[in-house]
């Protein structure tokens, strides 16, 4: 089956530190994947998408690149801030035929400090 | 602001209560979602309403039952929960697609929390 494996965190940034949140996946298949950002009390909202090989997604100063050959989706943003602070996602959708659920990772917990 | 609106965003109810959460959206979305999601843990998929037709039951017990009346309204009706259905109760809704919106990402709303006493 699908599988997404992101570390769990907390991590901890100065603010205008350089992130990195890596995310792998196994999947068949051409799958859709995704990071979603969960802000305290709040729901999931999507940060950015990639559908196909090599694609970038970017929002709001954030960027990951469909890695196929290393079936990776590594989360990237050259300057935190403390608004950035909040529970990051990676998730995956196959492509197949029928129904395909979303595979969601544990999620990484971001802690910006000023 | 989220596009998809849930209410009540917090509730408390007893073991014995009959209570509903609701779910609106109008994004002309066709396929609609909730799931459960406990402290610390990612969203767990319960069911999946595709064309106001339940498509997906993963397992979930009778004590929650959904209902899709029209194509932008999910409700999840909730009877003799137990403390350990205590948690954020999420509602999404995404493009049908192809296969239930096969890989369309889907957009979620704040949730209802929901305790359990």
């Known amino acids: 089956g699908n599988s997404v494996t992101q570390m769990e965190g907390p991590v901890t940034l100065s603010e205008e530190a350089f992130l990195t949140i890596n995310c792998t996946y196994t999947?068949?298949?051409?799958?859709?994947l995704f990071w979603y950002v969960q802000y305290p009390g709040e729901g999931l909202q999507l940060l950015l998408k990639?559908?196909?090989?090599?694609d970038k997604g970017s929002n709001k100063g954030f960027e990951a690149t469909y890695r196929k050959e290393t079936t990776s989706f590594h989360l990237e943003k050259g300057s935190v801030q403390v608004s950035d602070s909040a529970v990051y996602f990676c998730?995956?959708?196959?492509?197949?035929?029928?129904?395909?659920?979303?595979?969601f990772g544990i999620g990484t917990k971001l802690q910006v400090i000023p | 602001d989220t596009e998809v609106t849930q209410t009540p965003k917090h509730l408390v109810m007893g073991m014995t209560n009959k209570k509903s959460l609701k779910c609106e959206q109008h994004m002309g979305h066709r396929a609609m979602y909730w799931y459960k999601q406990k402290a610390k843990k990612p969203p767990e998929l319960m069911f999946v309403y595709s064309y106001e037709k339940l498509s997906i039951n993963e397992s979930v017990p009778s004590r929650f039952s959904p209902e899709c009346p029209n194509s932008s309204l999910l409700n999840l009706h909730l009877h003799a929960l137990q403390p350990e259905d205590s948690a954020l109760y999420l509602c999404?809704?995404?493009?049908?697609?192809?296969?239930?919106?096969?890989?369309?990402?889907?957009?979620f709303g704040d949730g209802t929390r929901l305790s359990i006493l």
């Open positions: 999947a068949t298949g051409y799958p859709s």
């Open positions: 999404a809704s995404s493009d049908a697609g192809t296969g239930v919106g096969s890989n369309q990402p889907q957009h």
């Open positions: 998730a995956l959708r196959g492509s197949s035929g029928g129904y395909q659920k979303v595979t």
């Open positions: 990639a559908t196909k090989a090599d």
